[in-house]
């Protein structure tokens, strides 16, 4: 199977998102406890919590917009306890920092720069993860989000995308995620092919099985290095 393009997942692909977004959260709780107590002690972590999963509820026409649907929590959060003038700014620049303060998995970096020097790569994302800030920009020819494009995976419209910024067809380019749903079957529907990167040794149980499976990011490099190799 030849690929003209790689297209990656982020959050759980490159990086597990769980602790940064944790320690994102508890940044956002310290600087709340030290300069409005008050919202602090209203809204604790998990009640923060509570409130954005309201947010994205009440909120439909935010589902493709995470980084909307966090400012919009803070401000529905200080205006419950009788502030209209949230410090939205701030506490986005804080949870952004945190959010993006990442740990690569150690497959990845020596994986990026095996991929990269065969064939172009594309980023693909729901999240609000900034491959600048955490410093792997320079990998990918085009970076997408589900914010920027206006529709979040699995719609087919976001897989096109990253197709049309190459100029290829979508059948040449390989679909690279962990996530089951959003990146295998999203990206197959859209005619991608595509390949679950199944770090933790999953059964496939989400109907047509994708056309590759790699543990990591590692395999997933060797299998490039092989193709690239007999293809030419």
């Known amino acids: 199977m030849a690929v003209r393009a ?44 509570e409130l954005r999963d309201k947010i994205a509820r009440e909120n439909t026409h935010l589902a493709h917009d995470f980084s909307e649907q966090r400012r919009l929590t803070i401000r529905h959060a200080f205006a419950a306890c ?13 949870y952004f920092a945190a959010r993006n303060n990442v740990e690569l998995y150690p497959d990845t970096l020596p994986a990026l720069e095996r991929i990269a020097r065969h064939v172009p790569l594309v980023s693909i994302s729901n999240g609000n993860a900034d491959l600048e800030v955490i410093g792997l920009h320079h990998f990918f020819h085009t970076r997408l989000n589900a914010s920027g494009v206006g529709v979040a995976k699995p719609h087919p419209q976001i897989f096109l995308a990253a197709a049309e910024a190459l100029a290829i067809a979508p059948g040449d380019m390989l679909h690279v995620g962990d996530d089951p749903m959003l990146d295998v079957v999203g990206a197959r529907e859209a005619g991608l092919r595509t390949a679950w990167l199944n770090r933790t040794g999953e ?3 989400h109907g047509p099985a994708p056309d ?21």
Do not use: K
């Open 6 to 49: 790689v297209s990656l997942d982020l959050d759980d692909t490159l990086w597990p998102v769980l602790p940064a977004l944790i320690e994102a959260e508890h940044c956002v709780d310290r600087w709340l406890q030290q300069h409005h107590p008050d919202v602090a002690s209203a809204w604790p972590i998990e009640a923060m919590r």
């Open 82 to 94: 009788g502030i209209d003038d949230a410090p939205v700014d701030e506490l986005w620049r804080i």
């Open 203 to 205: 059964r496939w149980s």
């Open 212 to 232: 590759l499976e790699f543990a990591d990011m590692a395999a997933l490099a060797e299998w490039i290095d092989a193709t690239v190799s007999t293809d030419s």
